[in-house]
């Protein structure tokens, strides 16, 4: 199994680690059983991610999906946050193995997660804007 | 620059000098093959031979016992199939086995049950230990063989062989070990422990890659493998794999030679880099009891993932392995940390290191200087760990 040296280069310098002190959304997704969990911390201001953090136990992959996922979202409107992808945060890794694109769904859902809880947080019920967010199927195979 | 340290011996060791240098003449210019008539294929012919009697000496077999095959699965495939294959007829179509075999016996009972075989898989014990009473228990009338491991290729553990050899042959029934891990660990004598079939891989020790042996008692029904030329008495064919058989021999011989001194002192940094790590390291466990290949370090750390740590321990130049699923590829965790009842989350962390006598005092030093950073960083980014 090779990674790419965008994969390396995360999952050796991962960027946004730790807790956010004054995050109002928080999401958790995957479980230890299956080796991958993933927490996101956001902090939203006028509907704005203005800061972002993670916490994250698992692979190579995990750590590095969760690192770029962060940087690809930092900034955005909760709107646009919504709109990641897994592929596009594969493609921004330039390309993860076959075995660990689950990884990628694992940011794509610890996002979803942590802007759903912002709204609970709010009062507004998430689902019709976020959706359901599934548990990892691989987790799960 | 780091250091750079390789404590990943279980997987595969660097060719030593005896052996190289006993290679480099059938590399270049002894190139004859072996079943030629003339001068360099009779000498080809006679230092496979050679070669032969040294790896029949170190386990206490004979010349004739000993076929060259291409490495430790292969050795493994030709032992349980052969066995089944000409034993059906006589209604023994069952195998004892046990479930932290390695893949190249597990894969094989597996295709063999398609093929109608009955496969009794007994457990091992938290400890990491085949009972002989369970191998007993599961031997019935129709069995043809038991294939027991010499030594458990994760957590070490070097199983019970002399019992359960005991048991095979008084109860009429043939003996298989995979002693891919044990050979140049471990002193084996075929005899006395009543080892029908053994099999071994060079490239455990000092030897190449590609290279492997299958011990079969004089007497147990073998089965061709390869069909071909008459090479290896015609129960595997295809032109000799001389330099690598000459290293096998040369590997062999040095494997048993000071074996005691030799693991006393892997042993003594075995147990150094153990209680280190146990004291200076909260939450994690050793895998694996204290009789284990003098080498085998097995630990598992809580909260931190065994790929990611793999991978750091890379950075700062350690090459080790884990069980996590990861490495492989696969969802689950090692079947071998599974079958001494780790659950997964605590399996997913495990650290394999597996030192020989080329590592140093100096080699510990920097693991323990290294592995308690990187389990805190880690941990640090674990969500799950509680500190």
Known sequence: MIYSDKVMDHFSNPRNVGELADANGIGE?????????????????????????????????????????TEMIKGKTIDDALKLTNKAVVEALEGLPTSKIHCSVLAEQAIKAAVSDYYKRQGIDPTPIVGDIEECHACHA | MNKFVYADNAATTKISDSVFNAMLPY???????????????????????????????????????IYFTGCGTEADNWAIKSTVELLK???????????????????????????????????????????????????????????????????GTIQPIKEIGDICRRKGVLFHTDAVQAVGNVPIDVVDEKIDMLSLSGHKIHAPKGIGVLYVKRGVPLMNFIDGGAQERNRRGGTENLASIVG??????????????????????????????????????????????????NISFEAV??????????????????????????????HVLMAIGLPHEIAHGSLRLSLNEYNTDEDVDYILEVLPKVITTLRAMSPIWKG
């Open chain 1, 29 to 69: 997704v995957g479980n230890a059983k299956c080796g991958d969990i993933m927490k996101m911390y956001i902090k939203v201001e006028n509907n704005v991610i203005t800061d972002i953090s993670f916490k994250t136990f698992g692979c190579g992959a995990a750590i590095a999906t969760s690192s770029i996922a």
């Open chain 2, 27 to 65: 590399l270049k210019d002894n190139y004859g093959n072996p079943s030629s008539i003339y001068s360099i294929g009779r000498d080809a012919r006679k230092a496979i031979e050679v070669a032969r009697q040294k790896v029949a000496k170190a386990i206490n077999a004979q010349p004739n016992e």
């Open chain 2, 89 to 155: 007829n006589k209604g023994k179509t069952h195998i004892v086995t046990s479930e932290f075999e390695h893949h190249a016996i597990l894969h094989t009972c597996k295709t063999l049950e398609k093929q109608g075989f009955q496969v009794t898989y007994v457990p091992v014990s938290e400890e990491g230990y085949v009972s002989p009473k369970h191998i007993e228990e599961a031997i019935t009338d129709k069995t043809a063989i038991v294939s027991i491991m010499y030594a458990n290729n994760e957590i």
């Open chain 2, 248 to 297: 096998l021999g040369q590997a062999m011989e040095d494997a048993t030679t000071g074996l005691e001194e030799r693991c006393a002192k892997v042993s003594k940094m075995r147990d150094r880099l153990i209680d280190s790590i146990l004291t200076t390291i909260p939450k994690c466990r050793l895998n694996g009891g204290k009789n284990r290949l003098c080498g085998n370090v």
């Open chain 2, 305 to 334: 993932e065994g790929e990611a740590l793999l991978l750091r321990l890379d950075m700062q130049g350690i090459c080790g392995s884990s069980g996590s699923a990861c490495t492989s590829g696969a969802l689950d965790p090692s």
